[in-house]
Structures are given as C-alpha cells and as structure tokens.
C-alpha cells in the first residue's frame, strides 16, 4: 500500500457529461500528478500540482483540468467526455519533482 | 511524444531463473529514472529507482543498471517467482525545465513466470 488513494475506483459516464475524479495523496507529499492509461498503453502525463498551483501540463485538452487544495489532495475534472477518455485515471504523489512518485490504484472510467 | 521505449513487449521465464528487462530512452537530459511494476486492475508499484550519476543500484533480488552512452536501462530481477508476473514499465524523468517532475513511460514489458 502506498498511502495514495482515489475515488471512486470505477465510473461509468455518458459522452458529454463531466466527472470529477479525486486523489488523497500520501502523507508529507506536496506534490500531485496525474496519468491516464489507455489498455495495453503506459500511463500518459497530464498535469502536475505542486502547493496548488499547477506547474506542468502534458499534451491533453482544456477540458482536463485539476485542482489541489491545502491538504495537498486533488482532484481531476474532464468535462465534455468522449468516448476516447475511456481509460484508468491514476494519481501519483511524491516528496519533491525529483524523488519517487507512489501511485494510487486507479480509477476506472468508461465512456459510453 | 514519448521518448521511453522497450525492446520486448513480452519475456517469458521458468521460476526461479533470472529475468532482464530492457528499456531504451532518447533524451540525454533525464536524470532520474523509475522502474514500476503493474499487476492487472492495480495501479504502478515503485520497485527501485537510479540517477544519472549512478550505472548500478541494487535493492531486494532487483538490479537496475543505467547506461548513460548508449541511453539503455535494465532492470534484473534474481531467482523469478510466479508473484513476479506483471507488466513492467521504466519512467525517466527531468529534474529541471519546463518538464520538471514529469515522468514519460514507454509501453510495458509483459514479464510471465512459468512454474
């Protein structure tokens, strides 16, 4: 167990709605990313909060957009869902941008 | 786009021999590089990390050797066990710049333990 918990751990939305997706990070962690996964792929950078502010984004849309708050925990909100979202969403904490970042277990979202 | 890559997307081992996992990276500035490991439905498990002022870091029946010339990493797990079976993924990351803290994965290597 590494202390980084997400919730819920599946959903299943419809295309056009919006999902929030949250992340506790583990203890003493003030940093918070976020990864999507397709099947078969490796997990896919999408944003980075460091103290709550966002400090790195990769190649996704506006509609992916995130929050952490003062407790370090964050939250990831896709608006507008499409099919291609479908995906396991994974929330990774660490100490600093450059030591160990430990996963939480994921959550699952289908597009239907 | 992603810059980690594998050179076999599936290895294939007998209990209790040793397995090598292979990992290719193109960019010279990362400095930091993770090996996880993924169990189906699960989510990344840190195994053992290295910097780039190391070529070899040992941790429990897991080596992990850095080749900084040819940008190759390897991951060496002793005496395999059935629990070992998993998909492996190496992540480099960049300590500095706009892509500070972001870890790149490349595909998975699909590690089967055959009894």
């Known amino acids: 167990e590494t202390g980084v918990t997400q919730s819920p751990t599946h959903l299943i939305k419809t295309r056009g709605q919006q999902v929030t997706l949250r992340c506790s990070s583990q203890s003493g962690h003030n940093t918070v990313s976020w990864y999507q996964q397709a099947l078969g792929q490796g997990p896919q950078f999408i944003f980075q909060?460091?103290?709550?502010?966002?400090?790195g984004r990769g190649n996704f849309p506006p509609r992916f957009s995130g929050l952490q708050f003062p407790n370090y925990s964050s939250e990831l909100n896709v608006n507008a869902l499409e099919l291609d979202d479908s995906a396991l969403y994974l929330c990774a904490s660490r100490e600093s941008y450059n030591t160990e970042a430990f996963f939480g277990q994921g959550t699952r979202l289908t597009v239907v | 786009g992603e810059s980690v890559g594998l050179h076999l997307p599936t290895l294939s081992v007998q209990e209790g021999d040793n397995s090598i996992i292979n990992c290719a990276y193109s960019n010279s500035a990362s400095d930091y590089f993770i090996w996880y490991k993924q169990e189906s439905g699960k989510g990344p498990q840190f195994i053992i990390d290295i910097r780039s002022n190391m070529d070899k870091r040992q941790g429990q029946r897991v080596t992990v050797l850095l080749n900084k010339t040819v940008k190759h990493l390897s991951l060496q797990i002793a005496a395999t066990q059935p629990g070992d079976s998993a998909v492996y993924f190496c992540?480099?990351?960049?300590?500095?710049?706009?892509?500070?803290?972001?870890?790149?994965f490349g595909r998975g290597t699909q590690l089967t333990v055959w009894p």
């Open positions: 992540a480099e990351n960049i300590s500095r710049g706009s892509t500070l803290g972001r870890l790149y």
């Open positions: 909060y460091y103290r709550e502010e966002e400090n």
